[in-house]
């Protein structure tokens, strides 16, 4: 009679197992979207309308226009924000960072999707690079053209986002940006045209595609700061940071006057970052006001207006007091300045952490 009892038992718990596998091999994976705003949750006056409002759609009506995106994932929304890009906010960026965080650390998403504009996507997509390191995937992504154009963007970039973010070959690859079928790291990425479909440019070229709704990967993440390589560890620990330094950009150009640059001293900024004209030079009038900032403990840092190249040591006078940018846009040369001067103001550290 027991051992009819005990084999009994184990084929009920095996049952039991056997199912619970089956539930969990079946399981579809949790990806939480970000809503932000952006075109992607815009409307325009008529479906060949080129002029538009941005963020006017809820995340709810942003998912209900991709048919089929709950086939493939378990979806969850959160409304972070609805705004135009050019509006985004530091408090956007670590709230965005803090939600983040807290969905990966607590085991309540495998993915997480963030709808955001265009115009600033690759700054909050690299600020989101430096600051997070989880295995599971942040994929951002947008729209060119709002949701009632004749030919929106915005549905398959977002059902092309959601499977790159719930496909396990995304792990270990950060934070990405999917545009156009096609996916960036969040390193490299920029947007290099203000109205086609496929804006968004690299230097290295894409990590990856998107075909029948599987992220193909082409290569790998070139960073010294790619999640992998960097343990999953985040490069700048910003957890406890409740603003983040000043830093601002000031342009070079032809005559260019420093009245700008003083500007930018006088605000009390704690960097400047030069956007200088060809291998990030910069005129004589603007040279005096770096030398006044470097003089008060303003950090100054050299990059260049134009994409390609880089600013490197061999750039004209170049001087240990005025690191130089490597392989960084302006705008992204002042994420990493800002979250550099969270932990120094040497030039020589903030040069080495631009020179990785
Ligand atoms: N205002 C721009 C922004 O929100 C619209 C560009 C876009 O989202 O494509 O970034």
């Keep these: 009679m027991k051992k009819v009892f005990i084999s009994a038992l184990i084929r009920s718990n095996l049952i039991v197992l056997l199912f619970l596998c089956g539930v969990t091999a079946f399981a579809k994976p949790r990806i939480t979207i970000i809503a932000t705003g952006g075109t992607i949750a815009g409307a325009a006056g008529s479906s060949v309308n080129d002029s538009y409002k941005p963020a006017q ?101 977002l059902y092309n986002a959601v499977a790159t973010a719930a496909s396990s070959e995304s792990k270990g690859k950060g934070v990405m940006v999917e545009m156009n079928a096609t996916i960036f790291s969040a390193a490299d990425v920029y947007k290099g045209n203000t109205v086609a479909v496929d804006a968004f440019e690299s230097v290295y070229g894409p990590i990856g595609y998107v075909r029948n709704g599987e992220p193909k990967y082409v290569r790998n993440i070139s960073s010294v700061f790619a999640a992998e390589k960097y343990n999953y560890r985040p490069p700048f620990d910003i957890k406890e940071l409740k603003t983040l330094p000043k830093v601002e950009i000031v342009a070079s150009y032809a005559f ?62 170049y001087s240990e007091k005025v690191p130089v940018c490597y392989n960084h846009s302006p705008q992204t040369a002042r994420i990493l300045l800002m979250l550099a001067l969270t932990q120094t103001s040497k030039p020589k550290d903030i040069q080495n952490l631009f020179e990785q």
């Design 57 to 157: 759609l809820s995340v709810e009506q942003i998912v209900a226009s991709v048919p089929g995106i709950d086939v493939i994932a378990e979806i969850n929304t959160i409304q972070l924000a609805n705004i135009a890009s050019q509006n985004i906010t530091e408090d956007v960026w670590l709230t965005l960072r803090k939600t983040i965080d807290y969905l990966f650390s607590n085991n309540l998403a495998d993915g997480v999707v963030v709808t955001h504009g265009t115009d600033t996507m690759e700054e909050t997509a690299y600020f989101l690079y430096l600051t997070l390191s989880h295995s599971c995937p942040v994929v951002i992504t947008g729209s060119m053209r709002p949701s009632t154009s004749l030919s929106a963007d915005g549905p398959m970039n």
């Design 256 to 317: 260019a006057s420093a009245e700008p640059i003083r500007a930018v001293i006088a605000s009390k900024a704690a960097g400047i970052v030069i956007a200088g004209v060809g291998h990030g030079n910069y005129d004589r009038a603007i040279s005096a006001e770096i030398d006044n900032a470097v003089s008060k403990g303003i950090s100054v840092v050299r990059s260049s207006r134009i994409p390609k190249g880089g600013v490197d040591k061999n750039a004209e006078e």
